[in-house]
């Protein structure tokens, strides 16, 4: 039996701001990457739509079915595992949107994935291999000055730069913005943002029950910008 998964990440922020959509096929344990689309900037997250309806294609997952074969029916994916974060506030709101608008139009599974999950197995296989580390931290950028840190445990917190602590004892250390903070001697890992494969793998766990529940809907850890207005709201149209 083939499975077929459709993959949306938009997560990064600031620089690091970029959209991806791919497609993938698994058989038996085996995932094969069928599409990939990926652009850097801010404008290819918010239009992550675009990036999946061009991976569908180069997948030929839009195909309609066949006039001269009634029976024939589309590919399409039987899953859609998005990145919900932590990371851009934009856009994560339009790739989840998008993923849960595509996998209601086509009946498949909605799977929402961390971007910690996504990268832990390979997190933790580096960490195996080093001696005397205290665990790992995925720093990714947030907003202004701000970054995201997770450890191996799973605690999550959003920091300043400014204010930032150099934690005792020496780490692993990956994401986009692990540059931007200091550790002692620590050791760099090559990982900076999940692949397809590592987001579908992460799918494929949360849906065999071995990750926690959890809902396709963006993963914020900084309150949001925007405010009500000191007025307050305008009154309901009558």
Known sequence: MVRRFLVLDASPAGDAARGLAACLEQHDTTLSLISQ????GKQAAEGINLLAAKALDQAGWNTPPDTDS??????????????????????LRASCAVAAGYALG?????????RAEALAP????????????????????????????QNNQGDLQAVSVADWQTPQGRW????????????????????????PVQIASAALRRL????????????YVDPPEAKLPADGLRAAPV
């Open 172 to 195: 692993l250390v990956a994401g986009d913005a692990a540059e931007a903070l200091t550790f002692d001697k620590p050791v760099r890992s090559a990982s900076s943002t999940p692949d």
């Open 208 to 219: 065999a029950g071995d990750l926690p529940p959890l809902k396709a809907l963006p993963l």
């Open 106 to 114: 086509v009946g498949a599974e909605l799977v929402g994935v961390s």
């Open 37 to 40: 689309r990926e652009e850097a």
């Open 70 to 91: 009634p029976t024939s029916t589309p590919a399409t994916p039987d899953c859609v595992a998005v990145v919900v974060g932590p990371g851009s506030f934009t856009g």
């Open 122 to 149: 390979a997190l933790d296989a580096e960490l195996a291999g080093h001696d005397g580390l205290e665990g790992w931290l995925l720093v990714t950028s947030a907003r202004r000055g701000r970054v995201f840190v």
